[in-house]
């Protein structure tokens, strides 16, 4: 237990951490702005997915930067084909949102065979390259707290502070805007808005956009430096955790923010345990993102009832 809590409290964590976080936090912040629109996004995990194959394929070809755009880019392009079904064709969000998760789940394999001459299962085949980390060593010259600020800040991927970067831009977008005003009015009230002239299907769209791009990049942080290279359904139910991560954290940036980082802290554990308690499954032990997720879910639901019934007792 000592070995245990003396990992938890490192440096080397704390870098684990937010190398776990940053995808979940990029899907978490898409997840939120397309809910706060009324158009909830529940193909987070397929736009992941194949952002990050795209990725992977792109950057066998391109610099590291092109990649992270084409993987953002083909996220953005099934929230747009995802706007077009649900808003345009009056589909039902949901069922359209399932089907780009199925069509990423096959279709992803099948890309993957035919980009590496037949493996379905990783794109080792390929050469793929790797977002770099920013290195902050430097920082170490400062007096007494350099070393630690230097272990804690340097070797980050650039979609680590480009994600922290994103949660300011977006708190400020939504509240201190009058384009978020809009955003968050068509999805309380959609009748009001629209009574006032602005164009609620538009808005609804370009915060689909605004959400697979996020999710993109998410995708493409995990293929291009959580792990260098793809693997069949890699995402591994990250898309639906970051759509828990938006409810837990009372749909609000920062609130997603510290939901993020909750289960990013616990997905870390779940990498790290296996080594220091070998007599526990490591199949069990990569359950505890998903049980805490659920958790988190019940205990959002309990907190929502009783406040509803707070409210109906005023």
Known sequence: ????????????FFVTIIRTTTPLLLATLGGLVADLSGALNVALEGQMLIAALTAVVVSVYAPWYVAVVAGLGAGAFLGLLMAFFALRMKADIILVGFAINILAAGGTVFALALATGGDKGTSINLQSQAIPMLDLSFLS??????????SLLSGHSVLSWVSAFLVFAIWYFLYRTPWGLWLRGVG?????????????NKVRTWSLIVSGALAGLGGAQLAMFNYVGFTRDMTAGRGFIALG??????????GALLAALLFGAFEGLAVVMPGLFREIPAELIRMIPFIVTILALVLFSYRAQQLMKMRSGQ
Do not use: K
Request: charge should be negative.
């Open 1 to 12: 237990m000592m070995e245990l809590f003396l990992t938890v409290f490192s440096a080397a």
């Open 141 to 150: 010259g400062i007096p007494m707290v350099g070393p630690t600020l230097s």
């Open 188 to 200: 309380e009230y959609p009748a009001a808005p629209e009574a006032a002239g602005i164009p609620v």
């Open 245 to 254: 991560a938006v409810l837990l954290g009372a749909r609000h940036p920062v």
